[in-house]
């Protein structure tokens, strides 16, 4: 590992960056252990697919109805600020969920009230992370700091799956009273980064709208994320983990965290790489063929029996999908100045992670309608049309051959 951390100029060796980097890895683990409790939880309380479909939507409507807010707050008031009030709302809401866990209060219903208010706390933080990201670290090195970033997210998403399922077996309550912790932390931190290159009085507060209109003007951004809203819509499983962890693979709790955790595993072998490596060629080409085997992952886990296969389909679609993140991100990022940074973010954000959310919701419906199988290789080959789809209708993206151009 500190070979890693010590290559050519590692954005790691920049305070500031570092415990933004480390704060972020604790938030998610947060979010992922106290995921897999409620998901879990619920499903035995219900046995109902719907049920889980609906915990996916809890958290999709406040990304939806938040987003304009969200991006002008980002671009107008201290993003540190902001980020550290979200996760202590976080750290709240786990120790209400631990609390409801241990006297019995904690119903269905209370249950997506809690999510829904996590939903609106992560809403703002997402967005305001992006934002934040690029104020920490040299233009130049924000490719390889994206995959940084990226590596957080998937470092958190191997622990904290696995981490929430081990917990919740030896005690429902301990998973919320991990996250409730991780959470403290992260907010702790990020209140002690300084140094950013940019200030809040420098940004442009002018339009709700304006990052909207950006993207629109911009056909490279329009074509890259709405690539990834329909690709992650039709292609999004993560809510049917646990129908398949107890029905289909015949595992328990331990099993489901495992399903959770190898997207991330494979997703951080490829961002480290990243990190090492970044991509200088074929950008565009490289997108739309990463979204192809996400596609094809996708099918293959879908017609497993096999818990080692399924857990090698994961991590392939993991490995795809964080190489379509970074260019995302690192596009998306070179192509928007700081004083809008805010408001773009808050719109990738609604195409992107709010597509995580409306895809649980999608596969639940879907699951208790056609069956779970079904609607999972219907997401897979919607995805691979997509990519085929978005080809033609943005040739501009497929042509692009580096970030600078």
């Known amino acids: 590992m500190e070979s890693v951390l010590a290559h050519r100029g590692s954005v790691l060796a920049h305070p500031p960056f570092r415990r933004f980097w480390v704060a972020r890895v604790l938030s998610v683990v947060a979010f992922q ?66 609390v409801g866990g241990l006297t019995g209060w904690l119903t269905i219903e209370r249950g997506l009230v809690i999510v829904t208010i996590v939903g609106a706390a992560r809403a703002f933080e997402g967005p305001t992370t992006s934002a934040l990201m690029p104020d920490l670290v040299p233009r130049a090195m924000l490719p390889q700091a994206s995959a940084w970033h990226a590596s957080a997210t998937q470092t958190a998403q191997i622990v904290g799956p696995a981490l929430g399922g081990l917990l919740y077996a030896l005690a429902p ?16 931190l990020m209140a002690t980064v300084r140094d950013v290159t940019r200030l809040p009085g420098e940004r442009d507060a002018e339009s709700f709208f304006s990052g909207l209109l950006f993207i629109r003007r911009h056909r490279v951004l329009l074509g890259v994320l709405s690539l990834d809203l329909f690709a992650v819509l039709l292609g999004g499983v993560t809510a ?29 072998v490829m961002s480290v790489a990243l990190a090492r490596h970044p991509l200088e060629r074929r950008i565009g080409r490289t997108l739309f063929g990463v979204i192809v085997i996400f596609g094809l992952a996708i099918i293959t886990f879908g017609v497993s029996r096999s818990l080692a296969l399924s857990l090698a389909a994961l991590c392939v679609l993991g490995m795809a999908d964080v190489v379509s993140v970074v260019i995302r991100y690192s596009l998306v990022q070179l192509s928007t100045p700081d004083m809008m940074r805010g408001r773009v973010s808050a719109a990738f954000s609604l195409f992107t992670g709010t597509s ?50």
């Not at 902001?82 to 202590?88: A, K």
């Not at 309550?173 to 702790?188: D, E, G, I, K, Q």
Request: glycine share 10%; with cysteine; proline share 4%.
């Open 33 to 98: 252990v106290q995921t897999v409790a409620i998901g879990w939880q619920v499903y035995t309380l219900t046995g109902s697919a719907l049920a889980l479909g609906l915990l996916g939507l809890a958290q999709f409507l406040p990304m939806l109805l938040l987003t304009l807010l969200v991006g002008h707050a980002a671009d107008r008031y201290d993003r540190r600020l902001i980020i550290t009030v979200c996760q202590t709302i976080e750290t709240t809401s786990a120790v209400v969920l631990a």
């Open 356 to 405: 995580n959310q409306l895809g649980e919701f999608r596969a639940g419906v879907t699951a208790a309608l056609l069956g779970v199988v079904p609607a999972v290789l219907i997401g897979g080959i919607g995805t691979i049309v997509v990519a085929l789809v978005w080809m033609a209708a943005f040739p501009e993206l497929r042509r692009i051959r580096a970030y600078d151009t």
């Open 240 to 268: 049917l983990l646990p129908i398949y962890a107890r029905d289909i693979l015949d595992t328990g709790p331990s099993g489901l965290g495992l399903l959770r955790s190898a997207p991330a595993a494979g997703a951080l």
């Open 173 to 188: 309550a301990l998973p919320y009273a991990t996250a409730a912790t991780s959470w403290l932390v992260a907010a702790l």
